[in-house]
């Protein structure tokens, strides 16, 4: 008897899924980890995510607060956007999505995202 084995897609599968018409995605996003000193720039983290280095953008980048509820920094939404308006290059400020008691997360990331397209 033949058994079919499926196997699971892959992260990249699944981002060549979503993406289609995208060679490469470079994301940099450089956090301000929760507790240390605002102006203390020697904290700040820095991640880099590409396609081609089989370090794929996670969907949400968790927040370094410990308060801070399901928070996080959503890559792929801005991906998503830069992608359906065909731009190649966008760099901002990603507010954490999360929430902090009744008000919204304080936690901010700064990113560079470069989008390559096939
Ligand atoms: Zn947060």
């Given amino acids: 008897m033949l058994k079919m084995v499926r196997k699971a897609p892959s ?9 289609p018409r995208l060679k490469d995605v470079q994301f940099t996003l450089t956090e301000h980890p929760y507790g240390k000193r ?10 880099e995510f590409s396609m081609s280095s089989g370090k794929l953008p996670p969907k949400l980048y968790p927040c370094t607060d410990p308060l ?14 830069m992608y359906e308006n065909l731009v190649d290059e966008r760099n901002g400020v990603m507010l954490c999505t999360g ?3 009744k008000a919204h997360c304080a936690q901010q990331a700064v990113y560079s995202a470069h989008l390559i397209y096939l």
């Avoid at 605002?38 to 991640?47: E, I, P, Q, R, T």
């Fill in 11 to 19: 992260n990249l599968d699944v981002f060549r899924k979503l993406f």
């Fill in 38 to 47: 605002w102006g203390d720039d020697s904290a700040n983290v820095s991640l």
């Fill in 68 to 81: 801070c509820n399901k928070g996080g920094f959503n890559m792929e939404s801005i991906i998503r956007e």
């Fill in 99 to 101: 929430k902090y008691a």
